[in-house]
């Protein structure tokens, strides 16, 4: 797959496809971070042909994926195509270490109940949910009296890169650091064996962004393309 990141951390997901041209690499993988992707690596002119030619066959649901300049090459050169999000892809080579977060671990899935009702209140627009396709596995914070209060999960993540997603703190428990906390509990864990952990953030949550930086994860711009 060559060295880029986007393509192996798709080439690897459950249920990925690969189309190879001569200076394009397209990898199809349904319900990657929540969306059916197309990801994209090489020469903007030969992927937009590759493009032309991968998404008859794998349907219309598919979005075209990778670094931002890349994703409006394409588009410029594929008509039928037009830019749908762009956002930030975050990671981190290095442990986070410091005080371990007090009362992070890993939940049971007897407690993701707890973990849905938290992710309505405090943040419907998670791309992860407890059992959708590649959510592997939930953090979690407790307060005093028992009651969850944050969370984090282990999603999408391959054997060489980490994911986390679904980051969240109960709006009466926010500005206390548990996200911070926990995201460090579980960025250390994930990277246990990987060469790093990734995350992807809307740039209008600005709070989360300045969160990630302070833990030292870095920001690479990356966007997502749609048929029109």
Sequence with gaps: MGDDLFVRWAAAADGARVWRRP????????????WDRLVMSGDPDALAGLIREVLPEVGGTFRPFGPEELVAAVVARTPELEVSAEFAWMDITEPIGGTPAAG????????????????????????????????????????????????AADAWSTEAIGFLAGVTTRPDARGRGLAAALCGFATDELLVGRERVALLADYVNVAAIRTYRKLGFDLCRVAAARQR
């Design 104 to 151: 992070a671990g890993w939940l049971g899935e007897d407690e993701w109940d707890e973990v849905a009702a938290l992710l309505t209140e405090s943040f419907p627009d998670s791309y992860a949910r407890p059992g959708e396709s590649g959510v592997r596995r939930w953090a979690g914070i407790r307060d005093a009296g028992g009651r969850l209060v944050a969370v």
């Design 23 to 34: 200076g394009a690499t397209v990898v199809a993988c349904a319900a990657l971070a929540h």
